[in-house]
Nanobody, 124 residues
Framework: HVQLVESGGGLVQPGGSLKLSCAVRRDITSRRFCTGWFRQPPGKQREGVASIDNFGGKSYADSVTGRFTISKDNTANILYLQMNRLSVADTGIYYC??????????????????WGQGTQVTVS
């Protein structure tokens, strides 16, 4: 079982920054574990934003490359998403996600088994 708890969302002006955090708690022993961030804009389907694969490789959606940075504190088991130069198009509910038994997945191929409850990011 894996538990994911996001925090750090809020309201920010265009051009501003926010940092999201996700506390990762798991009671499974699989060493093959990938984590990532997804988002759901208003009225649209959920989409991948960024991920870290089982080997530490990072990938990003084209729309956030160069503006967002995903990182992970393996000691504290916290996943981060630093978001800079935010625009109105970045508005949405952001979800932390985890996939067990993965390999060199990218954000495009990640197929999460677990999801956090989501945190709202509003750029206005």
């Amino acid at each position: 079982h894996v538990q994911l708890v996001e925090s750090g969302g809020g309201l920010v002006q265009p051009g501003g920054s926010l940092k999201l955090s996700c506390a990762v708690r798991r009671d499974i022993t699989s060493r093959r574990f990938c984590t990532g961030w997804f988002r759901q804009p208003p009225g649209k389907q959920r989409e991948g934003v960024a991920s870290i694969d089982n080997f530490g490789g990072k990938s990003y959606a084209d729309s956030v490359t160069g503006r967002f940075t995903i990182s992970k504190d393996n000691t504290a088991n916290i996943l981060y998403l630093q978001m800079n130069r935010l625009s109105v198009a970045d508005t949405g509910i952001y979800y932390c996600a985890a996939e067990v038994g993965c390999g060199r997945d990218t954000i495009a191929t990640m197929d999460p088994d677990y999801w956090g409850q989501g945190t709202q990011v509003t750029v206005s």
